[in-house]
């Protein structure tokens, strides 16, 4: 059957299902991380920080909703660190499993606290955080889920928020199907790579969403490999 790139596909990722084996999400988690920092997809994220977090004198408390294994928030405590600037952190991720490998990943990082929820299920937070951040999380909802992450972020957030994911293009799926498959051994990650691409957006959708979200003060752009950069301002 043809790829159809002109909506957004709806068909479950493997790493959505429930009752994954722990080594089974452990080896995803742990190539997923690698194929990130390959394609320089923290970059995006750690680009949106910069134009947020100006005053090196103030700690910047950070929320990472759907942090996975960590990977994000190790690569900003390093970054921060890099750059002269004080960073609190946060992560929640929905699967206790998630939240397990996340802790031993980001070990080295002290001010961390990892929750376990649903994001939806997080206490009403207003403007407990600076900055409010998803890295590759978006393009797991769809519909009225998808637009109460994002009025939950802004909700959350007195400084701004920072949304980085992936762009739905031919290119970018057949090029992470063929990498996937010379480099990958984890069933997951074959599978859900490309998988992921076609459940990105286009730059419209994302325009839209923001629209119907009242998010107002933005900048949405391009970034490689095929991401999307959208930051907010409050």
Partial sequence: MPVSFKYRSEKEELLDQPDI???D???NLFELDKINRMLGGHSATLQGLERLMTDKSKVYKIIDLGCGGGDTLLAIHRWAAVNG????????DLLKDTIQYAAV??????????VQSD????PRWENEYDICICSLFC???YGEKLEKLIKTMHRMANIGLVINDL?????AYYSISILTRM????VYVRNDAPLSVLRGFSKAELADLLLKCGLDQHTLEWKWAFRYLIVCHQ
């Fill in 85 to 92: 600037f004080k960073v609190e952190l946060t992560g929640v």
């Fill in 139 to 141: 393009h797991h909802l």
């Fill in 25 to 27: 999400l452990f080896r």
């Fill in 183 to 186: 480099l990958s051994k984890s």
């Fill in 119 to 122: 994001f939806e299920q997080l």
């Fill in 21 to 23: 084996p722990q080594q």
């Fill in 167 to 171: 762009h739905r293009h031919p290119l």
């Fill in 105 to 114: 990943y980001c070990a080295d990082i002290e001010d961390l606290e990892l």
